[in-house]
Each structure stands twice: as structure tokens, then as C-alpha cells.
């Protein structure tokens, strides 16, 4: 159980710590880049973070159920706080898999071919789904931390 929830926390942190660092950091610091620079910046910033979020991806699940099976005994045992981190991190994997195959791997292409406004259209689609999983991760946060005082 120790390994799992290291793990779980491990995973959550790293991806929902790196969206909030994308997005409340990284994106006003990029803010004043020429395009081609911002758009290059982003490109490259991405194609590291995906590897973080696969193994997120892969990771949280496997932990997750790894716990509720050994620690709780199976979903019965289970309270209201896991279900609802539960939900919402299927949506953010759910989220993060639209994410991937319609908006990254375009911008990727597209980047590639020094395509810079085409690239800079799905940066912003990236930014927005970004947005609301990092809304999403801090509810599953909050969950996490207090949802058994609820």
C-alpha cells in the first residue's frame, strides 16, 4: 500500500504541479517571446510534458485500484471522496487523451513544418483543455486532502 500511494501521489502531483506551472508561470513568462519563439518555446515544453502525463496516465489508475482493492477491500469498501476522485480523474484522462490525438499531435506536425499561426491555434486549444484538468486535478486534490472530513 506504501509503494501504490507514493506512486499515486507521485503521478498526481507531477502532472497537476506541471499544469500549474504551464499555465500560471510558464505562459506569462513566455508572454512578451515573438511568436516564433513562444511557439517554438511551447513545442518544446510539450513534447516533455507528455511523457510526464503518459506515465500519469498509466500510473494513476493502476495505483488507484491497486489501493481501493488491497486497502479498502474493493469498491464497496470505498467512500464518497475516492468515487469522486475517481470520476474526475477519468475525465482528466479522458481530457488529457483528446488533448493528445486532436490537439497535440496536429500542433506537433504542424510545428514541424514551421506552420507558426496553425501551431500557435492549437497551443491555445492545449491551453484551454490544460485549464480546465488543472481545475479538474485541484478538486481531485481537494478530495484527496479533506474529502474524508466531509
Not at 464497496?76 to 486532436?102: D, K, N, P
Not at 500542433?107 to 488543472?134: C, D, F, H, S, W
Amino acid at each position: 500500500m506504501a509503494i501504490a500511494l507514493l506512486l499515486h501521489l507521485m503521478a498526481a502531483t507531477l502532472w497537476v504541479g506541471g499544469m500549474f506551472f504551464a499555465l500560471l508561470i510558464l505562459r506569462p513568462a513566455a508572454l512578451p517571446l515573438d511568436i516564433p519563439n513562444r511557439v517554438g518555446l511551447w513545442t518544446r515544453v510539450l513534447e516533455r510534458f507528455m511523457v510526464v502525463v503518459w506515465a500519469a496516465v498509466i500510473t494513476l489508475p493502476v495505483t488507484g485500484y491497486w489501493m481501493i482493492f488491497e486497502g479498502f477491500g474493493g469498491m464497496q469498501g470505498i467512500s464518497r471522496h475516492i468515487r469522486i476522485m475517481e470520476g474526475v480523474g477519468w475525465c482528466m484522462i479522458a481530457l488529457f487523451l483528446l488533448l493528445y490525438f486532436r490537439s497535440y499531435r496536429p500542433m506537433r506536425r504542424m510545428a514541424q513544418q514551421l506552420l507558426i499561426p496553425e501551431t500557435g491555434l492549437y497551443i491555445e486549444r492545449i491551453r484551454k483543455i490544460v485549464l480546465v484538468n488543472l481545475i479538474l486535478g485541484l478538486i481531485t486534490f481537494a478530495a484527496a486532502g479533506a474529502g474524508r472530513y466531509w
